[in-house]
């Protein structure tokens, strides 16, 4: 058995690391986040006045994972190759449940790191700095999945590192935790009443591939259960066991020199080295195996606020599901639209399919398709009996389907939610869609405060999918929702799912502890309980040490309780961003409940600067310098290189870094004292140092490409990393011999 201690220590005991995302960027003026296709950057090149295309050089995905919990870093490399643009924005995607509590940017051997603000005062101060010709960063939430970060001043040919770090619960499936990352950002469609976006009524769908130099996932799992099935349908792997790779991870600054890597269970996955990989979500899954302890729990405790908070999933047995299936009434609605086009749309086919077959005669059923218009595979909504004819009719409707125009999803989910109650059947609407819309709270508030109360299961199917919509409406509808790949057979996942509508659930769940010093406590939007689903609650507490947990719920009528007995801890530990997804938690609550309005701006911009967890509100500025050295250089780590574009020189103040008649030439100014030189490849390798001890002339140093083993530097792609009495710099730089 696993001992309390350890399962305390789970969920963020654990490491830093590293990960960047894909990015956009349009200067401020000309800036619409609903315009925004895929991993690039658009900037309005002031030269030539027209829009310009500018991906990140490197992208890293540094993950650490626990038992329910992951923590990530994001470190990317971006180089300014235009002129005159001096407030660059680009846009990326984040999980929409991760806490993002830290960003910072990394500029001519200077570390500015963030603050909160409330996000107009954010805005005006990094304008002011903008104008003054200054250095600054601000990172801005747009939607719950869709960030903007801004960099002010780059000078053109220039580099500069940016480091957010989040921290987020994973999602648990009949045993299987699952990590989802979005790698880009998806074209919505121009939904009524929201902002409105241009390109609307484009049918796009995203690149397939990107550079593969420029992207790496670096995952390190540990746990005190038994890990088993650890699979991406995503991307390619290699998985091994974490002391076999300790080495590269060290290399890669996912873990430190002495970091321990005690836990029990531990394996790490890389990403396979190719010249390119899918530009789709990101997705890792893992399985949890059966312990004498059906709980996964992470506490911090703050002995100064004598307070504590806490992260706690109960897994419960899944005999306590057993019964009679009933009989059922299926609503479902399927995504026509243009970005269903190709697979995705067979994908929603082979749903659509799977759940006819798991219909009875006494079930009942209605199947409706949208696109910028509803249609009905009888006529109207109302469901009619589940006959061999009427399955046989609406197989024929659902395989006839074809794919085009735009996304209408509230019209659709109006037209499925008038659908009259002919039985007393269980009803169920079934959603397959991938989501990409504008008006996601439009659609909350329908079925939040749709009168008939609607349970809602939701499908998507796509390489990049807005999980934020299928995951929340899926909550509000106290419903499920399951996120289909490529690569994923849709029988099976249609499956799990469906032993969570013919199993009876656990219906008005209801929490209880031991103690009288549990406060805050936060739990799921749903108050059904599924076959293979956990008991989810973030909460805080007064006093640590052993709480009975209470769980009762209603099955066929007949009371269920299931208990726990856990332990918080009561000393200071290595747990501290529970209090932040705690935070990110109730923020989410408090904007779910306000729905389009605002009224509970100022309690979620207190808990935002509070806790240092970014919000819709909020904004992390970073404005006030401090010189980089060994203990807080990003670039120092961050030493991967993607191929370079074109030659250019770099201009970073202390010195000059140029490529000149078949030498590397570094030009120092007399303020700064040149101390070594480290040249690495593109995967990351030590090639080549030089130190100033090496060296006659400090102020001017030149290497003829002339390696250790006397052979010359091949031509191609290389970082330099520079350390002076200033600091650390890295510089990419093209070398032809």
Known sequence: MVSPFLINRMASCMLIFAFAAAFSSLRAQYFNVDEIEGPVCIVQDSATGNPATLSPEISQYNIVVTDGLAHIKLTQLFVNHFTGVNDIVYVFPLPYEAAVHAMSMEYDSMLYKAEIFEKQEAQQIYDSMVSAGAIAALLLQDRPNVFQQRLANIPTGDSAFVQLELSMPLKYNDSFW????????????????ASPVPSSGRL?????????????INVLIQTGFLISNLNSPTHPFNITQTGQSREILLKRSVIEEGDNLDMPYNQTALLHSAQTYPNKDFVLRFSRAQSDINYSLASFYEPSLSK???????????????????????????????????????????????????????????????????GWAFGNTTPVEASAANIERA????????????TDLLSGVQAALSAPATSEHERYFVFLTDGFITNEDAIFEEIKNHPSNPTIFTFGAGNNLNRYFLEQSAAI????????????????????????IESPQLKNITVQFSGTGIHDLIMPLGTNLYVGSPVEM???????????????????????????TIE????????????????????????????????????????????QVLSKYTAFLAINPVPVDESNSISGDFINATPARQDHTRVAGAFQLRIEEGFLTLQFTADTRFLELKIFDCKGRLIYSLASSEIQNTRLVKWDGILSDGTRLRSGNYIARIRTDRGIITRRFTWNK
């Open 178 to 193: 699952e990590l989802s990352i979005p790698t880009m950002v998806g074209e919505r469609y121009q939904s009524a009443g």
């Open 538 to 564: 973030y909460g805080t507490y007064i006093t640590g040490g052993p709480q009975i947990v209470q769980i009762k719920g209603y099955r066929d009528g007949s009371e269920v309780i299931i208990a726990e």
């Open 477 to 500: 509808g106290n419903g499920y929702a399951t996120e289909i790949t490529y690569n994923e057979d849709a029988g099976t996942l249609v499956d799990n799912a469906w032993q969570k």
């Open 204 to 216: 796009w769908n995203p690149p397939a591939d990107r550079s593969g130099q420029g992207l790496q």
């Open 308 to 374: 504590g908070y806490f992260a706690l999933n109960i897994f419960p047995d899944d005999s306590l599901f057993s019964g009679d299936r009933p009989d059922l009434e299926i609503i479902l609605l399927i995504d026509i639209s243009g970005s269903q086009g190709g697979w995705p749309l067979s994908k929603e086919k082979e749903i659509g399919n799977a759940i006819l077959d798991k219909l009875k005669s006494t079930d009942r059923l209605s199947v409706l398709s949208f696109n910028t218009s509803v």
């Open 395 to 406: 197989r024929n409707y659902i395989n006839g389907l074809r794919s085009g125009g735009g």
């Open 568 to 611: 918080l801890a009561q000393t200071l530990n290595c747990n501290r961003v529970i209090p932040k997804i705690w935070a990110k938690q109730l923020i989410e609550q408090l904007s779910n409940d306000e729905g389009t309005t605002q009224q509970h701006k100022d309690t979620i911009i207190e808990l935002s600067i509070t806790h």
